[in-house]
C-alpha cells in the first residue's frame, strides 16, 4: 500500500478525463512513468442479475483491510454515481475507515468489446494511484469476457443455478477462460448439479500438466464463509500464476491486445472523418492515406 | 447478364485465392478496375435451421432466369464443396441449364465478424465476372448481421414461429436492420401471432418520412408462391432503393467498413508478428513502429 493517503479527487478526475479520451486524445496524451508496483487485477464478471455486485462489495470489504483496493464497475448502460454505485453492494455504514477502498462505475456504451474503451489506461492508472488490487466488475457473455480476460489475472464467473448460464458460457468458450466459477445463490435448486457439471466441463479443457484446476464454488454473495471462500481461492490462483513465466505470458497478452484496440479505435476515428469523396479514391490510396493521418495524429 | 459465358473455373480460383489471403495479401494485390457493373446484393441471414439453404436455393432457382446470379454461403464452420453445398438448397436435376448460376460455400471460422475476412474483395470480384445479383447466405444472431448488412442492398431476415428468434434478433437490435421479414415454416403454431409482433416491432423504428416500411412474410421454403412473394418484396425494396441517394449512402457505408477491416485486420497481423521484447518499449515507441510496418507492407 503506498504511503501516501489516497488523493481521490484526482484518481477521481484522471479517471473522468480518460473515460472521455479519444483514441487520439490517448495517442497524445504524454506518457506516463511506469507505475512502481502493478496491481493484481481481479475480473467478476457474469449474466445481469447474478449478484456480481453484491459479491464485489463484500469481497472487497473482507479483502480491504490494509490495502489500497479499487473496484471499476463497468455499466452497460452509463456509468452510475454517489449511493447508486454503491448499490446493493455496500451499505454506506460499512464504508467506515475505509479509506483506503475505490468505487467507481464506468459507462460502456457503444464500445464494441463492451467494455470501457479507455479500460487499459483506466487500470494503468490504477498502478500509478498505487493500488494494491484492482476488482474489475464486468457484465456479459461472450466478447465481454474475452476483453475482460486479457484485462484480469484471475477470472471470476459468476452462475446462478439453472439459469442456462452454463449452456451460454459454453457456447461463448468462457469456461476455458474462467479461473474461478462461483455458483451464487446457492441455496436455489440445482447448484450441486451445476457445480458437478461445471466440474466436469472446465477440467475437459486442461490437462496438460501444471495446468491450472478451476474450482467451483457454491456460495451465497451475503454470507461470510462464501466470501472468504472465494478470497481464499483467488489468493491461491494469485499464487499460482506467481512472478514467473505465467504472468509474463499473461502480460504479453495485455500488450498485444492494448496496441491493437488502440490502432483499431484510431482508425475507426480517422475513418469516420472523412468525407464521402474521399471513398472514391482507389482502395489503395484510400489506405495509403488513412495511415498517413493514424500516424501523423500522434 | 455479361455476354461472354461464366468462366466457373476462373472464378472458383480467384474465390479460393482472396478466401485464403492475408490482409498483407490485400494490401499487396494489383488494383483490379472497377466493374463495368455492380451486382445487386441481398442477403439471408437467421439462426441455424431457419431454412435459409433451401430459401436461397429456391429462389435462385427463381431469380436466375435471364440473370447471372451467384449465391456464396457463409459457413461458420468450414466451406462445404459438391454435394455438400448443394445440399438441401437445389436438387441436382433443378441445375439442368442453368449455366449462370454459381453456389460457392466459404468458411468463416475464427474471423471476428462471423464473416469472411475477405468478403468484400469476394463480392467485388462477383461483380467483375458480371453477375447480376448475388444471394449472401449468412448464419448467426448480432455481430454477423450487422457485418452483412453493411454488405448487402436489401437484407431479409428468415425466422421460425416460436423459436425464441424474435428475443434474440431485438435484442441484438436487427429488428431495425432487416429490410424484409421471413417466417419461414409458417403452418406451425404462432406464425401468425409472430408476423404480427414483428410488425409492430420493425414499424416503430421507422417513422420517418419515406422510411422503407420492412415487410413480413408468412412462408414455407417449398412453396412455389412463397419464393414468388419474397423475390417480389425483393424487387419492392431495390426499387425503393433506386439508384439516388439510399443507395449512395448505402455504398458509402459499405466502403467505410471495407477501409476500416482492412486495417484492424492488418493491425492484428502486425501485433501478432511482434516479438515479446517489442512490448517492452514505450507505447508511445510501440505504436510509431507498428504504424510504420503496416504502412510499409503496402
Redesign the interface.
Known amino acids: 500500500m503506498s504511503s501516501e493517503p489516497l488523493d481521490r479527487h484526482a484518481l477521481g478526475q484522471a479517471l473522468t478525463r480518460l473515460a472521455n479520451a479519444s483514441a487520439s486524445d490517448l495517442?497524445h496524451s504524454p506518457?506516463r512513468a511506469p507505475a512502481a508496483s502493478v496491481a493484481r487485477r481481479i475480473g467478476l464478471t457474469g449474466a445481469p442479475g447474478a449478484g456480481k455486485s453484491t459479491l464485489a462489495g463484500h469481497l472487497a470489504l473482507h479483502r480491504a483491510p490494509g490495502r489500497r483496493l479499487g473496484i471499476l464497475a463497468i455499466d452497460p448502460s452509463s456509468p452510475r454515481s454517489g449511493g447508486a454505485i454503491l448499490g446493493d453492494r455496500i451499505r454506506m455504514d460499512e464504508l467506515q475507515g475505509m479509506s483506503e477502498l475505490y468505487i467507481r462505475s464506468i459507462g460502456s456504451r457503444s464500445t464494441s468489446d463492451g467494455l470501457s474503451d479507455n479500460l487499459p489506461e483506466m487500470l494503468d492508472l490504477m498502478d500509478a494511484f498505487g493500488f494494491d488490487e484492482v476488482l474489475l466488475e464486468t457484465v456479459g457473455v461472450g466478447q465481454v469476457e474475452y476483453a475482460a480476460r486479457v484485462q484480469v489475472d484471475t477470472l471470476v464467473l459468476v452462475l446462478l443455478p439453472e439459469s442456462g448460464d452454463v449452456v451460454q458460457a459454453m457456447k461463448a468458450g468462457i469456461m476455458e477462460m474462467a479461473d474461478i466459477f462461483v455458483i451464487n445463490k446457492a441455496d436455489l435448486p440445482g447448484a450441486q448439479k451445476m457445480a458437478t457439471d461445471i466440474q466436469r466441463i472446465a477440467s475437459l479443457a486442461r490437462h496438460e500438466e501444471g495446468a491450472w484446476r478451476p474450482s467451483v464454488l457454491l456460495a451465497s454473495s451475503s454470507k461470510p464463509a462464501s466470501i472468504a471462500a472465494l478470497s481464499d481461492e483467488i489468493e491461491r490462483h494469485q499464487a499460482w500464476l506467481g512472478l514467473g513465466e505465467r504472468r509474463?505470458v499473461l502480460l504479453?497478452q495485455r500488450?498485444?491486445y492494448?496496441?491493437?484496440r488502440?490502432?483499431?479505435r484510431r482508425?475507426?476515428e480517422v475513418?469516420?472523418g472523412?468525407d464521402?469523396s474521399f471513398?472514391e479514391a482507389?482502395?489503395?490510396e484510400?489506405?495509403?492515406l488513412?495511415?498517413?493521418q493514424?500516424?501523423q495524429t500522434?
Chains 1, 2 share one sequence.
Open positions: 495517442m506518457r509474463t504479453q500488450a498485444r492494448r496496441l491493437r488502440l490502432i483499431e482508425a475507426a475513418v469516420a472523412q464521402p471513398f482507389p482502395m489503395a484510400q489506405l495509403d488513412a495511415l498517413r493514424i500516424s500522434r
